[in-house]
């Protein structure tokens, strides 16, 4: 590995002083000419650059350009313009004036265009044996997207599930949804930055796009799917979306774009977007931009959802032997990532709970308003009189930075050769603050339903419990009557607004076991909102590079060369337990109850138990949560870990021009994956302090089941993989218009490093991960005229070994299934189309249509018990993959009216299934989008723009019903029954749960947005 750093700075330096010293006389020569598109009109604002040097024009209002002080000699002059074809042209320099006319084709899909992303020579998109799409400053603005996620839906054979808002989006690639873990966002694709990985390793929370901003820096984006992505890049036989930074020109131009919006629930948002660039000295220009926005939220918080910005920086020698660029980024942006909902069981709207209004399916949130210290469970020591605490605030929100530096080179060495790198150090930070599991228990708590005792299953269900007394030395039969004792006690609660201390309900044990008190009005309903905060801590340093050697022999064109990516990862995850009022404005809630009079008669007669046990009694208040209404420290998970992910892998390739019209490529990787690392062990909060718990007083409940840091206990691993993976394309091209293509690829992925994090809970890390396999095939067909350009292809994608684990949500006592190893399978048909009757009126449309079925799934159900001789496993193979649409349509009609261009933007989402037992269906829906734009004059332009106009409220994930220990996989019309005692579990008939009056979780997709913007070119 080190060797390898070695060469690529060896290779980087010597590319650098190789440019450095080149130099370019200076010319007096005058290149003027005239820029007309096909139907005659002449193209303004066509980009006319002298390849090899840093010269170049825009054509003016009649289309026509001058480029002065050129050096006698042959060059080619590149000229371009969105939705028209690239046109190189051969120019002979020399005389003080030459004169060149062009005519260029229109190309509204860029078929013309030279791609480098998922290719290791450069080609024309119409040429290569892949389907990719490519996106314009001009077609992204038009999107409005909002965040990384948002935009790749414009891509065909791409789900994306953007219902987080701006950050942590879920990105599916012909069907190749994760089988277990919907926590990574960009689980089988590659969200990269100048052609590398943003992120040479992740892990679930810290998703890529959370440290990814689309800006004015933005040149364009090339997404690719399938195809050579299992060769081109690692860990990601899904595909890649490659964004790719402006660089300056020669002269000095940028933009400045102010915007301003207002969602549905008369929040507001802000954004300032500014980039400039222009000449240095000779071949060497420079590029600065980036934003700054503040964000109220599309969704009702009691803080602003977004607010911070991105600086972008680079400066670049291109000559006629090769290029250089040297890059930096800086981000710091605080998120919100909004969760589940509480609705009604049809879906379609908000759950009543107690006194006020319903939720609001288009604007509610569940975040609450916390903010508490709690005891650093990683910092704890054991009978220290002053130990750390660590702060939760609801209102930092998920805190990303990141800063980045990066170098990219190529040298054209002569004869055919050439050789380039890439160089990227990154740093991530990530202050993490949320609420995730969204859950309820009920407010009047029973034994007699299974998973019914409410709050009592978290720390205040341990006095309730005869194995805490005999963990106290206790025989059995005294403990059961210490146990006996509390009951009553534990189940009277009384409920406390913990912001106003307003009492909201009080529980009575009668003679029917506990009832609400009717003396106290019931402000809270049937439930209480259970959620776990997230309070984390991830710093991430990656450095990645890339060094490839090419070579031009005949009709071969050669690749070959190496990737490397040492990623290193430390967390600190910290997940506490906190209860609130269910609704639009939800709040958290303060518990306590009254303890027991009088010791049991039989420990009261034994002095030394007396004096042991009788501060408990006497009527004692015991709180069950912190006055801010937590309910467990960081008892849910403690996972600190330091891990490190090495990747190193070596590839060649071959492209082939058999003929004038075929093309053959072939590709192989061998990539070497390791994982190394430690994890912290954990004791529990009664192992440190008894019924005193972490605090030592056995008056708070909250800490009784807190996971602390054990000093004894470190489990450290380290694990390699190793795969080959390979691609086959051939390319035919049918005339200069059309072409079609065929590939077969088989693409590997090592496991990410939470794999590691999530699992083996406090035991050690002894089973290694497992080896992702996706093969994949595709036929497509490319055609490009005057009124139509289509792409087509039908595709077949089968993803094994996949890991499935869920989380069960039962109290202290949550925990992780058993890993199954699993398959899915999709067919499908991409369409990208764009037909212009009239060179003002252009129809854009996108279609997916595909099939996506476990091939092969095995579940293991808890039976709703936390004893695993209960569990049993089912199997759910040729059920149709969850959350993917058979039936995904994009369709965006435009018209030129002058200076403005209005449009309209339609998307459909075909009815797909809400669970892996394929026992819910979520709706389709259709979201309408519209917008005019327009060039005031050369300078300024202005852009009107409605997002989900009609407010439409489709649901992209369902949670689940929210009793603690069901599941969402767990749930069907009559139940589920149990195989091994062949009854029906409770709580999963569908009937019987829609009649308890629980809510649903799901998340809702985002409302409406109108923005209006206005830019300045200069």
Do not use: C
Not at 236 to 263: C, D, E, H, M, V
Not at 506 to 513: L, T
Not at 889 to 897: E, K
Request: glycine residues 10%; without cysteine; proline residues 5%.
């Amino acid at each position: 590995m080190k060797s390898i750093y070695k060469l690529l700075r060896l290779a980087t330096a010597w590319l650098m002083l190789f440019f450095i010293t080149t130099a370019y006389a200076q010319a007096q020569s005058t290149i003027v000419g005239e820029v007309k598109g096909d139907d005659g009109a002449p193209l303004i604002g066509a980009n006319v650059v002298l390849k090899g040097t840093n010269k170049g024009a825009l054509t003016d209002a009649n289309g026509k350009f001058s480029i002065a002080g050129v050096a006698q000699g042959k060059y080619t002059l590149t000229i371009s313009f969105i939705g028209y074809k690239t046109i190189n042209q051969e120019v002979d320099v020399n005389a003080s004036e030459v004169t060149v006319n062009v005519v260029s084709e229109s190309d509204p899909l860029a078929l013309d265009e030279v791609i480098v992303t998922g290719t290791f020579d450069q080609r024309t998109k119409l040429e290569s044996s892949i389907a990719i799409t490519t996106m314009s400053p001009s077609v992204i603005e038009q999107r409005l997207p909002r965040g990384t996620g948002d935009l790749l839906q414009a891509v065909p054979g791409v789900w994306v599930d953007n219902s987080a808002g701006e950050v942590g989006t879920k990105v599916v690639a012909r069907g190749l949804l994760p089988v277990g873990n919907d926590q990574i966002g960009f689980q089988y694709v590659s969200l990269q930055e100048e052609g590398l990985p943003l992120m040479g390793s992740q892990i679930g929370f810290a998703v890529v796009d959370m440290f990814h901003r689309n800006d004015a820096n933005t040149l364009r984006m090339e997404a690719i799917r399938g195809g050579s992505a299992s060769i081109a890049v690692a860990n990601a036989p899904g595909g890649i979306f490659n964004f790719i930074s402006k660089t300056g020109g020669n002269k000095f131009s940028g933009s400045a774009r102010l915007q301003a919006g207002l969602y549905a629930n008369s929040n507001s948002l802000y954004r300032v977007d500014v980039d400039f660039g222009g000449p240095i000295a000779g071949n060497w220009s420079y590029h600065v931009g980036g934003f700054y926005r503040g964000d109220q939220g599309a969704r009702t918080l009691p803080f602003n959802a977004n607010e911070g910005g991105q600086f972008k920086a680079n400066i670049a020698n291109v000559g006629k032997k090769g290029s250089f660029k040297l890059y930096g980024k800086y981000l710091s942006d605080r998120n919100t990532f909004f969760k589940e909902i509480a609705l009604n069981t049809d879906l379609k709207s908000g759950y009543q709970s107690g006194e006020g209004p319903a939720t609001d399916i288009n604007n509610s949130s569940t975040f609450l308003d916390l903010n508490t210290t709690m005891p650093d469970a990683q910092a704890f020591v054991r009978g220290a009189s002053n130990n750390p605490t660590r702060n939760f605030n609801s209102r930092n929100g998920i805190l990303n930075q990141t800063w980045a530096i990066g170098v990219e080179a190529d040298r054209d060495l002569g004869s055919g050769w050439n050789i380039a790198a890439k160089v990227r150090y990154s740093n991530f930070n990530q202050d993490y603050l949320q609420f995730q599991g969204n859950s309820v228990l009920p407010v009047v708590p029973t034994f007699l339903t299974p998973n019914n005792v409410g709050y009592a299953q978290f720390g205040a269900g341990a006095l309730a419990s005869p194995a805490t007394y005999v963990g106290a030395g206790l025989p059995a039969p005294l403990a059961a009557q210490m146990a006996g004792s509390f009951a009553p006690g534990i189940f009277s609660p009384s409920y406390f607004d913990a912001n106003t201390g307003e009492l909201l309900a009080r529980v009575i044990f009668g003679a029917q076991g506990p009832q609400l008190d009717p003396s106290v009005p019931n402000k809270l309903g049937k439930y209480l909102l259970a959620v776990a905060p997230l309070n984390m801590y991830n710093d991430i340093q990656d450095l990645q590079g890339i060094l490839s050697v090419s070579k031009q022999a005949g009709k071969h064109s050669l690749n070959f060369g190496g990737y490397m990516a040492n990623t290193k990862i430390q967390t600190k995850w910290f997940v506490d337990g906190v209860t609130g009022r269910l609704g639009p404005n939800t709040s958290p809630v303060r518990i306590q109850f009254t303890g027991p009079q009088n010791l049991p008669p039989a420990v009261a007669g034994i002095p030394p138990l007396a004096a042991a046990f009788g501060p408990l009694f006497g009527g004692r208040t015991f709180q069950a949560t912190t006055p801010e209404g937590v309910v467990l420290q960081s008892g849910l998970a403690y996972t600190v870990t330091d891990m490190t992910s090495n990747v190193l892998a070596g590839f060649i390739s071959d492209n082939w021009k058999a003929t004038d019209k075929l093309s053959i490529d072939l590709g192989l990787r061998y990539e070497v994956v390791q994982h190394k690392g430690t994890k912290d062990g954990w004791q529990g909060g009664t192992a440190i302090g008894g019924l005193g718990g972490v605090d030592g007083n056995p008056l708070t409940l909250f800490d009784l089941g807190s996971r602390i840091k054990n000093p004894l206990s470190n489990f450290a691993f380290d694990f390699t993989y190793a795969y080959f993976s390979g691609s086959l394309g051939i390319n035919y091209k049918i005339s200069d218009k059309s072409a079609t293509y065929a590939r077969f690829s088989r693409g590997n992925k090592a496991p990410e490093l939470d794999y590691y994090a999530n699992n083996f809970v406090n035991i050690p890390i002894d089973k290694k991960g497992a080896i992702e396999t996706v093969t994949q095939a595709e036929v497509g067909y490319k055609v490009n005229s005057k009124t139509v350009s289509l792409t087509a292809t039908a595709f077949y994608s089968y993803l094994d070994n996949a890991l499935l684990q869920l989380f069960i949500s039962n109290g202290a006592n949550s925990f992780f299934t058993d890993a199954t190893f699993n398959a899915s399978r999709t067919v499908g048909l991409e369409i990208e189309n764009i037909l212009r009757p009239t060179d003002k009126f252009s129809i854009r449309t996108n279609l997916t249509l595909q099939n996506a079925v476990y091939a092969r799934l095995t579940y293991q159900n808890t039976a709703g018990s936390v004893n695993k001789a209960d569990f049993f496993d089912e199997d759910f193979s040729g059920n149709k993959v969850k959350d993917v649409a058979p039936v995904i349509l994009d369709i965006t009609p435009s018209y030129r009216i002058g200076k403005f261009t209005p449009y309209i933007n339609y998307r459909w989402f075909s009815e797909r299934q809400g669970n892996r037992r394929n026992s819910v269906q979520l709706a389709s829906y259709g979201v309408l989008s519209l917008g005019v734009t327009g060039d005031l004059n050369s300078k300024f332009s202005v852009a009107l723009q409605v997002s989900n106009a009609l407010n439409s409220a489709g649901i992209n994930l369902f949670g689940g019903y929210g009793l603690q220990g069901t599941t969402g996989e767990d749930i069907a019309v009559g139940g589920v029954r149990n195989l091994k005692t062949n009854t029906i579990l409770p709580n999963t008939d569908i009937t019987q749960l829609n009649s308890l009056g629980a809510p649903i979780f799901a998340r809702p997709i985002l409302p409406r947005l109108i923005t209006l913007s206005v830019s300045y070119k200069f």
